[in-house]
């Protein structure tokens, strides 16, 4: 810059003095012309001081358009320095308003802020460990029940009712229990953006070794419920999932898919649930895959067997061992070598806001009895069912309806009727069933729901030769109704209706109370027989109360 002042001075001071030094040269030329010698200006030298000149005026011309950019910059800046000036301004008003509008911060005003970080941070669903989240999960239950007939179970209850001819049916029965308290836990971790690697275990306290009694310990120990792991690989619209070990068996109705902790269980506070629900909890493989955007799903399992048998066994038979190691000498193990197999298909559908599930199943299954001195004696059976959710108002009433039938399907009821009888020759017979059960859960609001079901076990009469099989028209029935007197027929109907209901008593960031009542009427009617003077049937009425505190 200061070149350029130099030059301009240069050229100004050229300006002033050309016209000067042409009229000193005009006065003087003559005297110049005596004295001097003639000047030597060529052309050339001429040519490049012009060129110079015009150098100089063309930068003066840029630096004086420089200047006036410059100037224009600048007044631009200032206006929108002005402008953020006048907008930081009414900001600050602004923020300084509603300063003086709130009330002063207080030192309980932090201490609250703080406890409730700290109860957000207490209250996380899940708890990490190495990428892994631990869900953990469960609930303290004290449950209460009366029967009118005693029968000594706790809260899940045989539904071999008794009749008139046991001294027992006389007496009723109550008792307080909190074996049904559980406790849980789910572990999930993903090792890439597909695959998720799950492991459920759950567990209650409805375990009775040969030392436990009421008396005063009250020594009942835990038991598995549910011990499973779990592969699922999901591909977007379509996914694969492998389950292996104890769960609830793959013909429980499920409400959702073919998920694990998925499934349709009755509210109720009985244990043994309901006649007409057909279930098992058992070790198990299941492959599962879910296709059309999880719409369609299909899966197949191989699980534990085991047999309950009705009617007489030979004398030639063996179809049971006393429990080795492992298991509890009290009890026997029916002989099994062939698991159970069961496949199963679910359609989810949406009909105007109302969820949909349907699905239907088959079961193969095998049985094995030992005729000695003469090989063994095996049978196959087929099974079949299926079930139904439907959403009649979403989020306010819920149906369902599920059923199963077929021969040998006994041991997947909850009355828990025989799956097959004997011959006197040592043959296997499977027993025709018929499983059915309706129900329905009303949510009035989001604390209190009420239930209602309706289920029963049928079985057809097996007669065979002689006093073999069941439903024997030969059965002595005669003193049924009489205290001590013989009451020999099968049961051929396990039915019941039960209703209750879950009030919430309190649901928030620790967890959730409730109370619960229900009432139950059932019915076991035996095979009509010769001198039964028609179907000999009796009634039970079950209440109970149960209060339940989730904590997670």
């Avoid at 006393?322 to 698991?339: E, M, Q």
Wanted: proline residues 5%.
């Amino acid at each position: 810059m200061k070149l350029h002042h130099a030059l301009l001075a240069a050229v100004a001071a050229g300006a002033v003095l050309a016209p000067a030094a042409h009229a000193a040269e005009g006065r003087h030329g003559k005297a110049h012309a005596r004295h001097a010698r003639p000047a030597q200006a060529g052309p050339g030298k001429e040519s490049a001081l012009k060129s110079e000149v015009d150098e100089l005026k063309a930068e003066v011309a840029a630096l004086r358009e420089e200047i006036r950019a410059t100037r224009e910059t600048t007044a631009a800046t200032q206006t929108q320095v002005a402008q953020a000036q006048t907008q930081v301004g009414t900001q600050i008003s602004a923020m300084h308003q509603e300063i003086a509008a709130k009330p002063a911060v207080t030192k309980d005003d932090v201490k609250h802020e703080i406890a409730t970080a700290v109860e957000a941070e207490h209250h996380k669903d899940s708890i990490p460990y190495k990428g892994i989240k631990i869900t953990p999960g469960g609930f303290i239950e004290l449950a209460g029940l009366y029967r009118q007939h005693f029968q000594g179970n706790d809260i899940s209850t045989s539904f071999a009712i008794p009749f008139p001819n046991a001294h027992s049916y006389y007496v009723g029965e109550g008792r307080l229990t909190a074996r049904q308290s559980r406790v849980s836990f789910l572990a999930q971790g993903k090792p890439n953006e597909h695959t998720t690697l799950s492991m459920y275990g759950e567990f209650d306290f409805q375990g009775a070794a040969q030392t436990a009694n009421s008396n005063e310990s009250n020594s009942y120990n835990p038991r598995v419920r549910h011990l499973y792991g779990t592969i699922d690989w999901d591909n977007g619209n379509s996914g694969w999932h492998l389950l292996a070990g104890q769960n609830w068996s793959l013909v429980t109705l499920n409400a959702k898919g073919i998920t694990p902790r998925a499934e349709v269980t009755p509210l109720v506070i009985e244990a043994q649930y309901v006649p007409g629900f057909s279930w098992a909890r058992q070790p198990q493989v299941r492959l599962t895959g879910d296709f059309m955007d999880h719409h369609l799903w299909i899966a197949a399992s191989v699980e534990n067997p085991a047999t309950t048998f009705g009617g007489s066994v030979p004398a030639t038979v063996t179809n049971t061992q006393t429990g080795g190691s492992g298991f509890n000498n009290a009890n026997s193990l029916s002989f099994n070598s062939t698991p159970d197999f069961v496949q199963k298909a679910a359609v989810e559908a949406d009909i105007g806001g109302h969820a949909l599930h349907v699905e239907g199943f088959a079961i193969e299954r095998s049985f094995t009895a030992h005729i000695n001195g003469a090989g063994n004696s095996n049978k196959g059976t087929v099974g079949y069912g299926g079930g139904i959710t439907f959403a009649v108002v979403p989020k306010i009433l819920d149906v369902q309806f599920s059923g199963m039938g077929g021969k040998g399907i006994g041991r997947y009821g909850s009355a828990q009727l025989p799956d097959v009888t004997f011959d006197a020759d040592g043959s296997i017979h499977p027993i025709s069933e018929t499983i059915l059960l309706a129900g329905a859960v009303l949510h009035p609001s989001k604390m209190l729901d009420i239930y209602g079901y309706a289920g029963e076990e049928v079985e057809s009469a097996t007669p065979l030769s002689g006093t073999y099989g069941i439903g024997l028209a030969s059965a002595n029935d005669s003193g049924c109704f009489t205290e001590g007197g013989t009451c020999g027929g099968n049961t051929h109907r396990i039915r019941q209706i039960t209703g209750g209901l879950w009030q919430k008593i309190y649901s928030g960031p620790f967890g959730r109370a409730q109370v619960g009542a229900s009432y139950s009427y059932t019915q076991r009617d035996l095979f009509e027989s010769a001198n039964s003077n028609g179907v000999p049937s009796v009634n039970q009425s079950i209440g109970m109360i149960s209060f339940r505190y989730y904590p997670f």
